[in-house]
């Protein structure tokens, strides 16, 4: 009974409630979605029941204990999942959640947001009946129970670490719009297995079990729909048409399947549950297949040829007949060059093309008459021509220049030559040995005479500081080198950079007068290297930087450079301390910010440098569920009171402060009892009925998807009483529903042998047999109940223009007297109606071999004429024996043709031979004209007999 005491102890208003509702007299009950409260009473009503539904919650059940729970007020009880939420703050769970359970919490003593029934919560110690379960996707607070729960709720046994068993109200609708792929991923932590259902392009989403639009919470409405393996259920379905992802499923990354489809094909991907909603689909674009090691057009093959213009191409060929190109999955295409075999470059002047190396060599067609004045190339068809140029040529004539061709000869223009011999130079010397010895330079036309390479004296330059001041010299005579003085006067330098003004005289370079070195720093020491000119060494001696306010000047690295800075503080922060690098401590009153050590007073300042305290501290918060004081010391205070007040929200009652904030103690019920209003409480109104445009029962058996509208039931579409069945007659009763009565209307049976079929007693019934008869003696006259009338072949039969065994003849029908009996046995003196016509086909005979009996058969040229027919192989047995028409011409019937050399001829499509007349085929060597013979029909005529 513990349990029972407890729950009477926390529920005390709702019982008084309850009493009040059911003296009222309002007629039946109302139902939870309505009023919570109601049913929160009958919860506690039953004292140490056992009954109500006693399933056990699994291991696998989130944010419920286990048998092995830890106590209600351990941080997780029974270990119970964690879930994530964000921030919900003081807000009304179920109108959050998407849900109307009334405006009672479950104890009229919780307030919102403290644990109470649907408050947001991700672990059992949150609650204040210490169990945590899960809500349409979400963690919620609920209450323990005995037998009853709202609507959409069921009471459950659940494990406790007490000896009394507990249970508690588990929501039917615990994964209503969670993401899915398939059902399994939407089994209730009840045991119920609700369906995957199919969102459209939005996704897959959870459902939840319904007969009725009440059934669902709000914003759903119970709809027959289908789930995403194809079946039609009655579900609860986001009237929005989509499903926001909760805390939970961003947590847990849940996912529903989408596709991306193309003309290449369809790709699945998912989209996930983020801090933003649903992703958008991660499916990548179906594309054209490409060797790559990717199943790129997502049809489960990898790397398939690709079907272009009805044929399969392979991804790698790269058109080029020297490789053999092959697909390596992630590593591509492989062109595997080849160093053999034939190919074609598309050159008609290369011969023997082959492959070398992946490519396709051809050996060039070699054109040359050996004339330099004719340019020869291949004419594309696999010959040479050659046409005159003007090209430069060699004639062979030292003599002649500007050599060139001229209708296709070498002709040269004659020139005088400076020599033809070394000696011819002679007379062109100059008698100084210094400019070299001339020769005659036979290598280019003319010949002219040059110096001996090698042979012109070259004396060296002049080395050292005097070098500038000197010049080369050949003796003209000799030959021999030597220097002269030269640049008299001119600038030079003798390597000494400690002087200046150096100048050329007679051939030396004298120097000037010494470096001057002085930069003027007292930080360096200054002097002149002879190498490196002046040179400023920096030094460490004492100095000044002219700033009083810096201390310890002293040389540095060539500066003269402070060690410290003069300090200014008179310690009072009245003053404004400064240094002026030309006078010195600088101490200036100010006006500025201070504190005089009171938190009580604002605006401190100083005066005439001192501190002085401002105006009072204010203390108000503004929050009349608190008392405002100041401490000098501590600053403000504020003490929670527990004062009447007004939370603003009109749909909470006996507002009063208590722990420094207004809440109400009671929240405001809205009902009116109308299915197509939404009834909801506004902060800053009150009640609020909102008509809807939900299903409903209009009463009439006769409408379907009832809706409303302006606040009342409409009718929706006439039901469909159709049944499919045409032997009952369809209609509806407002009160009845559909009604189907037999009747005796003409009806089909199903089977083809019967007519006249007619309903009766709600079936139908076949009438009179069907009679099949084609006349004809070599079929057989049958019925298939599918089909109707068939004839099959009766095989063997005489009069079906074959000659079977047992038979003679068939000539095609069963008269006698035309040489083929009815019996189809020879008669003696039978003759066939002459007046033959033979129709040659126009195809030459190399068509004749490469096409079949029936193309043979329609490809005829002339129309059959009327009274004429296609001789049967009877009658052509009969003909063929003495006519002959025309050179080497044979007759056949129609699906027959004929081909050959010499005088034989083979029936290509019959076992008939036929010789050809005497003389051969004079008209075709090797081939004979294919013809057809046509028979005139009657008995007029010439009859010849075999």
């Known amino acids: 009974m513990r349990s029972v005491r407890r729950s009477m102890s926390r529920f005390p208003m709702l019982f008084a409630d309850r009493r009040s509702s059911s003296s009222a007299g309002s007629g039946s009950p109302p139902k939870f979605p309505a009023r919570l409260a109601s049913a929160m009473a009958a919860i506690v009503a039953v004292a140490c029941s056992a009954q109500g539904s006693t399933t056990q919650l699994g291991e696998d059940t989130p944010i419920l204990g286990r048998a092995d729970a830890e106590p209600l007020d351990a941080d997780n009880v029974g270990g119970a999942q964690e879930v994530h939420f964000g921030d919900l703050g003081n807000v009304d769970a179920a109108g959050d959640l998407g849900i109307d359970f009334g405006g009672d ?42 037998e009853e729960c709202p ?30 792929a398939t059902a399994a991923d939407c089994e209730s932590p009840g045991g119920l297995e609700d369906a995957c259902l199919d969102y459209g392009k939005e996704g897959a989403f959870c459902g939840g079990p319904c007969q009725t639009g009440n059934d669902c919470p709000t914003g759903f409405a119970c709809t027959s729909v289908k789930t995403v393996d194809g079946v039609m259920v009655d579900q609860c379905v986001s009237e929005n048409g989509s499903c926001p992802c909760t805390g939970k499923s961003v947590a847990l990354g849940l996912w529903t399947p989408c596709d991306a489809v193309n003309e290449w094909g369809t790709c699945t991907g998912k989209r996930v549950c983020g801090e933003g909603g649903l992703t958008p689909c991660d499916a990548p674009a179906p594309a054209l297949e490409i060797c790559n090691g990717v199943d790129d057009d997502c049809d489960g093959a990898v790397d398939e040829p690709d079907a272009i213009g009805g044929s399969y191409v392979n991804l790698c060929d790269d058109g080029n007949g020297c490789t053999s190109d092959a697909c390596k999955g992630a590593d591509g295409c492989d062109h595997a060059l080849l160093d053999a075999g034939e190919c074609m470059d598309g050159d008609a002047c290369t011969v023997g093309d082959h492959c070398e190396n992946g490519v396709c060599v051809g050996l060039p067609v070699v054109c040359d008459d050996a004339n330099p004045c004719t340019d020869d190339q291949c004419d594309g068809l696999g010959g040479c021509s050659s046409t005159y140029n ?3 040529c060699d004639d062979k004539d030292p003599c002649t220049v500007a050599d060139g061709c001229e209708s296709g000869q070498c002709i040269g223009v004659a020139i005088n030559c400076d020599c033809k011999a070394d000696s011819d130079c002679v007379p062109f010397e100059d008698g100084d040995v210094c400019n070299g010895k001339l020769f005659c330079d036979t290598s280019a036309i003319p010949y002219e005479c040059a110096l001996v390479p090698g042979s012109q004296v070259k004396c060296p330059p002049s080395q050292g500081i005097d070098a500038l001041c000197q010049s080369a010299f050949c003796d003209p005579v000799s030959g021999a080198c030597s220097f002269v003085p030269a640049h008299e006067g ?9 002087t200046v003004g150096d100048t050329c005289v007679q ?38 930087d002219n700033n009083a306010c810096t201390t310890g000047d002293t040389c540095k690295d060539g500066a003269c450079v402070p060690t410290g800075a003069t300090i200014c503080d008179d310690s009072n922060p009245c003053t404004t301390d400064s240094c002026i690098p030309g006078g010195g401590c600088l101490y200036k009153l100010n006006e500025l910010p201070c504190d005089d050590g009171n938190v009580c007073t604002t605006a401190d300042h100083c005066h005439l440098g001192g501190c002085i305290g401002g105006s009072s501290l204010v203390c108000n918060d503004s929050n009349v569920c608190t008392d405002d004081t100041c401490d000098p010391l501590v600053g403000c205070k504020f003490k929670p009171n527990s004062s009447p007040c007004d939370d603003g929200n009109a749909c909470t009652l006996g507002d009063v402060c208590g722990g420094g904030w207004c809440k109400g103690t009671s929240i405001l019920t809205c009902d009116d009892n109308n299915p197509c209003t939404t009834n909801s409480c506004q902060v800053g109104v009150g009640c609020v009925f909102t008509n809807n445009v939900l299903p409903c029962d209009d009463g009439n058996a006769c409408t379907q998807q009832d809706k409303c509208s302006g606040g009342a039931c409409l009718a929706g579409t006439p039901i469909d009483c159709g049944d499919g069945d045409a032997c009952t007659t369809d209609s509806c009763d407002p009160a009845k529903g559909c009604l189907h009565a037999f009747n005796t209307n003409p009806c089909d049976d199903g089977n083809a042998c019967t007519l006249q079929d007619a309903c009766a007693a709600g079936v139908c019934k076949g009438g009179p047999a069907l ?83 029936q193309t043979l058969c329609e490809n005829t040229p002339t129309v059959i004429p009327a009274g004429w027919h296609i001789a049967t192989a ?25 081909f050959g050399s010499g005088n034989l001829l083979t029936a290509g499509c019959s076992a008939l031979n036929y010789t050809c007349p005497t003389g051969g085929c004079t008209a075709h060597t090797t081939h004979c004209y294919t013809q057809v013979m046509l028979i005139k029909d009657g008995k007029d005529g010439t009859c010849t007999t075999n």
């Open 490 to 498: 001119f600038a030079c330098s003798d390597s000494n950079a400690c």
């Open 507 to 544: 051939g030396k370079c004298q120097p000037g007068v010494s470096m001057i070195c002085s930069d003027g720093n007292p930080c360096t020491d200054d002097s002149c290297n002879p190498q490196a000119g002046c040179v400023f060494t920096s030094n460490n001696a004492p100095c000044s």
């Open 874 to 898: 009877a009658e052509v047995a009969h003909l063929t024996k003495k006519l002959s028409f025309g050179s080497c011409a044979a007759y056949g019937i129609c699906g027959s043709y004929w």
């Open 771 to 853: 009679v099949c008869s084609d006349n004809k003696p070599c079929t057989q006259d049958q019925c298939d109940p599918a089909k109707g009338c068939v004839y099959p072949p009766i095989v063997p039969c005489c009069g079906n223009g074959v000659v079977e065994a047992g038979e003679a003849c068939d000539d095609g029908n069963n008269l006698n007297g035309d040489g083929c009996s009815a019996a189809c046995a020879s008669e003696a003196s039978g003759c066939v109606t002459m007046g033959v016509d033979v129709r040659t086909l126009q195809q030459p005979p190399e068509k004749w071999q490469q096409s079949s009996c």
């Open 105 to 146: 919490s479950g104890n009229p003593g919780c307030a919102p947001g403290m644990g109470c029934f649907l408050d947001p919560c991700t672990k059992n110690s949150q609650c204040e009946s210490g169990w945590c379960v899960e809500h349409l996707g979400e963690g919620v607070c609920t209450v323990e129970c005995q």
């Open 390 to 392: 003007a090209a430069p």
């Open 151 to 180: 609507d959409g709720w069921d009471c459950k046994q659940v494990a406790s670490t007490g000896p009394d068993v507990a249970w508690v109200c588990v929501s039917l609708f615990s994964n209503l719009c969670k993401p899915c």
